[in-house]
């Protein structure tokens, strides 16, 4: 069964390092979304991808979050610098738009702890 | 504005204790309404999507069903395994099938 590919799983970090995600769709989804989860809420979306292009990243924090999906596949999503604020589960999604159904299907995500 | 309720926070049952879990949503234009399964330290796993009041989806102790102003997920007869968040989501017909999400309610099933 195919899965959407998240690594690494765990990330510790100190403030002010970067860090870096990466995501990997299933195969063929053309719309990829990074999410992130703070513990006992719902995921909230920092940017959604269509192939290579951003359809929305209204949420994301730009000073000092970027996201990138180069060749329209996997995506990178990265922070500078991480902030105590930034600990989360970062959530990678992905789906394929099929007339009007559109499901998404997430990874296993990354689990940020910022010191 | 767009929104998703879900009730109640937590929920805990007695294994073979049916119940209900509650989602109420207020959105322009419903194209679909989601139900997730989330365990702890994972991402969430996809259950099911209701299009239309009235429609109702099964899958194994879990119906779900749909009206014009909410959603339940019943769970019949669970099992300690059936412990997990249950994740709400809707998506509306302008939203780019972005979706809205609800908090979650935190399912324990007790043996």
């Known amino acids: 069964e195919a899965e959407v590919a998240q690594s690494p799983r765990y990330k510790i970090t100190e403030k002010s390092q970067a860090v870096a995600f990466w995501c990997d769709p299933i195969?063929?989804?053309?719309?990829l979304y990074w999410y992130r989860q703070i513990l006992g809420q719902g995921p909230e979306l920092l940017v959604q991808?269509?192939?290579?292009?951003?359809?929305?990243d209204s949420q994301l924090p730009k000073d000092r979050f970027s996201a990138e999906r180069l060749k329209g596949v996997d995506s990178t999503l990265k922070i500078q610098p991480a902030e105590l604020g930034d600990s989360a589960m970062y959530l990678c999604?992905?789906?394929?738009?099929?007339?009007?159904?559109?499901?998404?299907?997430f990874g296993p995500g990354t689990r940020l702890t910022v010191l | 504005e767009d929104q998703v309720t879900q009730s109640p926070e937590a929920l805990r049952l007695q294994e073979g204790e049916s119940s209900s879990l509650n989602c109420s949503y207020t959105?322009?234009?419903?194209?679909?309404l989601f139900w997730y399964r989330q365990d702890p330290g994972k991402g969430p796993e996809f259950l099911f999507t209701?299009?239309?009041?009235?429609e109702e989806k099964e899958k194994e102790r879990l119906k779900a069903t749909l009206t014009k102003k909410e959603s339940f997920l019943h769970i019949t007869a669970p099992k300690p395994e059936d412990s997990a968040t249950y994740l709400c989501?809707?998506?509306?017909?302008?939203?780019?099938?972005?979706?809205?999400w609800g908090a979650g309610t935190k399912l324990i099933i007790k043996p």
């Open positions: 195969s063929g989804h053309a719309t």
């Open positions: 209701l299009y239309s009041a009235g």
């Open positions: 991808f269509q192939d290579e292009s951003v359809v929305d």
């Open positions: 959105v322009s234009g419903l194209r679909g």
């Open positions: 989501a809707v998506q509306a017909w302008d939203s780019n099938y972005q979706l809205i």
């Open positions: 999604a992905s789906s394929l738009i099929v007339g009007t159904t559109d499901t998404q299907y």
